[in-house]
Nanobody
Framework: VQLQASGGGLVQTGGSLRLSCAAS????????MGWFRQAPGKERELVAT????????HYADSVKGRFAISRDNVLSTVALQMNSLKPEDTAVYYC?????????WGQGTQVTVSS
């Protein structure tokens, strides 16, 4: 499975972005999926996860109520809707997928939130 993340960009505080992760070479419909982010000088952190059924979703406390993860198994995509963005959300965002662990990673998309 190859994953391709897109949708990043520059946005002002309070703005919104929608990230998308598409799979190629194989479908992601049987994979648990997640979005992670890494800010400069910081470790990579989990942002949100969604299991392969779409029924179990988890968010980091820092994004609860602002971000929403979703998936479309027909189109083989996973999205991360990010609202009320803050400067501390600035990071490279990665999508990842796998079954018991996140074995497949996209290349990352930069999100920059200006104050």
């Amino acid at each position: 499975v190859q994953l391709q993340a897109s949708g990043g960009g520059l946005v002002q505080t309070g703005g919104s972005l929608r990230l998308s992760c598409a799979a190629s070479k194989s479908s992601l419909r049987n994979l648990n999926m997640g979005w992670f982010r890494q800010a400069p000088g910081k470790e990579r952190e989990l942002v949100a996860t969604i299991d392969w059924t779409g029924s179990n979703i988890h968010y980091a406390d820092s994004v609860k109520g602002r971000f929403a993860i979703s998936r479309d198994n027909v189109l083989s995509t996973v999205a991360l809707q990010m609202n009320s963005l803050k400067p501390e959300d600035t990071a490279v965002y990665y999508c990842a997928g796998g079954r018991s662990s996140y074995d497949y990673w996209g290349q990352g998309t930069q999100v920059t939130v200006s104050s």
